[in-house]
T-cell receptor, first 114, second 110 residues
Framework: GENVEQHPSTLSVQEGDSAVIKCTYSDSASNYFPWYKQELGKRPQLIID?????GEKKDQRIAVTLNKTAKHFSLHITETQPEDSAVYFC?????????????FGAGTRLTVKP | EADIYQTPRYLVIGTGKKITLECSQT?????MYWYQQDPGMELHLIHY???????EKGDLSSESTVSRIRTEHFPLTLESARPSHTSQYLC?????????FGPGTRLLVL
């Protein structure tokens, strides 16, 4: 089955700096890679996703890159703001899913210091 | 409004009690999931369902059971609650890969 590893487990940056979170996956069949943000006391929410037919996707200050050959993908947040502080989870899945092939990383706690 | 709902949001209960955590979604999704998560920590899949009358165990043995009699409803039952069950329980449903999470139930077993 799929195994997703996420690094670092904690990340602290100054406001305005960039933050990068990296994930690796093991199943070459995985073709869908979402990122979730979970603020303190709230539910995880999808912030961006990428499918295996593209190498990069950007949405304002966040971007995700995918390297299928190396089986890793990364979340990039530029011009970080205190409201970016949260736990971020990556995931990998085979879509369409015929069984439970979505696996989450262990999470990265990002702290943005004002 | 199409969403995923969980009740109760908070529950304090004594050891040995039987409890049912409710989850309902109004999005018409076939696939639903239950996760156990200590606050801000890793998500552990405990049960999932592909549709009515389909239930599967996940990676974490939580000594719980689920049922899926209706598409929109996926309750989780703990037959005998223990302090080790203290955690947050998140329900989720999926459409075209995107996983939508409910607000969670925070459970404290004394």
């Amino acid at each position: 089955g799929e195994n997703v590893e996420q690094h670092p487990s904690t990340l602290s940056v100054q406001e305005g700096d960039s933050a990068v979170i990296k994930c690796t996956y093991s199943d070459s069949a995985s073709n869908y890679f979402p990122w979730y943000k979970q603020e303190l006391g709230k539910r995880p929410q999808l912030i961006i996703d990428i499918r295996s037919n593209v190498g990069e996707k950007k949405d304002q200050r966040i971007a995700v890159t995918l390297n299928k050959t190396a089986k890793h993908f990364s979340l990039h947040i530029t011009e970080t703001q205190p409201e970016d502080s949260a736990v971020y989870f990556c995931a990998a899945a085979v879509e369409p899913r015929n069984n439970n092939d979505m696996r989450f990383g262990a999470g990265t706690r990002l702290t943005v210091k004002p | 409004e199409a969403d995923i709902y969980q009740t109760p949001r908070y529950l304090v209960i004594g050891t040995g009690k039987k409890i049912t955590l409710e989850c309902s979604q109004t999005m018409g999704h076939d696939k639903m999931y239950w996760y156990q998560q200590d606050p801000g920590m890793e998500l552990h899949l405990i049960h999932y369902s592909y549709g009515v009358n389909s239930t599967e165990k996940g990676d974490l043995s939580s000594e719980s059971t689920v049922s899926r009699i209706r598409t929109e409803h996926f309750p989780l039952t703990l037959e005998s609650a223990r302090p080790s069950h203290t955690s947050q329980y998140l329900c989720a449903s999926t459409s075209r890969g995107t996983q939508y999470f409910g607000p969670g139930t925070r459970l404290l077993v004394l």
